[in-house]
């Protein structure tokens, strides 16, 4: 442990060379203890106390911690006085980054998101999804049926070629869109959606990104959650393995 302490010491007092930080406090104190002397020389001239002379060399050297800082951060050279090369690098890197980061919190903006509601009982349902999901009984479902003629893999939405797509994963039952029996296609703006003649009809609804989405992603907590579609639960449950793979919000 010892040994590692020795290396990063080592370390920060060969950056601290690099950046002249020796260099420039001898610089300081030497200009200090130059002009200390030449005002006591010169105080009696102007009849100013000792205690002013004192007081400005106190001051010069408790200005030493900061000059130090600056000399870390900043180098003095014939281009004048600029960031120190390293650093100036690392923030460009660093707003580059940032630049490059997705503007709302929850998934690509590009894509826009989609909205699965159905009726649990009286009571409405409904989970945002800005990312590709299953339909199934199958525990690894976002959209979960609690019935046997449901495959458990049943259909999947998913997001190419800048549309949103359904497709029968080649189900027993099949998959209707809008009372249509599907293989693939793509996702209208809003439609009816069945896994099962007899069962729970979904509605799925299209966000545009932008706006739209801004405005319905502010309706759902945040936090990925698990759709249950069945007909005696709560309808909506926390998965925890869902929370490694982000991308829906619920309510």
Not at 107 to 121: K, L, M, N, P, S
Not at 140 to 161: Q, T
Request: net charge neutral.
């Amino acid at each position: 442990m010892s040994k590692g302490l020795n290396e990063r010491v080592m370390a920060l007092l060969a950056e601290a060379k690099r950046r002249r930080v020796f260099r420039t406090a001898g610089v300081y104190l030497v200009a200090v203890w130059g002009l200390s002397q030449g005002a006591v020389e010169l105080a009696p001239l102007f009849g100013a106390p000792d205690w002013i002379v004192r007081a400005g060399v106190i001051a010069a050297v408790a200005l030493l911690p900061g000059v130090v800082v600056l000399a870390w951060m900043f180098d003095i050279g014939r281009s004048g006085i600029v960031r120190d090369p390293h650093d100036a690098a690392t923030l460009e890197d660093r707003d580059g980054d940032i630049a490059n980061m997705s503007t709302i919190i929850g998934g690509e903006t590009g894509q826009g998101a989609v909205i699965v509601r159905w009726r649990h009982g009286e009571e409405p349902k409904s989970v945002i999804f800005t990312e590709d999901f299953l339909i199934g009984r199958g525990s690894d479902c976002r959209v979960r049926f609690y019935d046997p003629l449901v495959s458990r893999k049943h259909a999947r939405i998913y997001h190419a070629e800048g549309e949103w797509h359904v497709e029968d994963l080649g189900s027993r039952n099949g998959t209707l869109v809008d009372e249509h029996p599907i293989e693939r296609v793509a996702l209208p703006s809003a439609c009816e959606m069945r896994v099962n003649e007899a069962g729970p009809a979904l509605r799925i609804e299209r966000v545009a990104p932008g706006a739209s989405m801004q405005t319905a992603m502010s309706e759902f907590p945040p936090g990925p959650m698990v759709a249950h579609v069945r007909n005696h639960s709560s309808g909506v449950s926390r998965d925890p393995r869902a929370a490694s793979r982000s991308g829906s919000r619920s309510r």
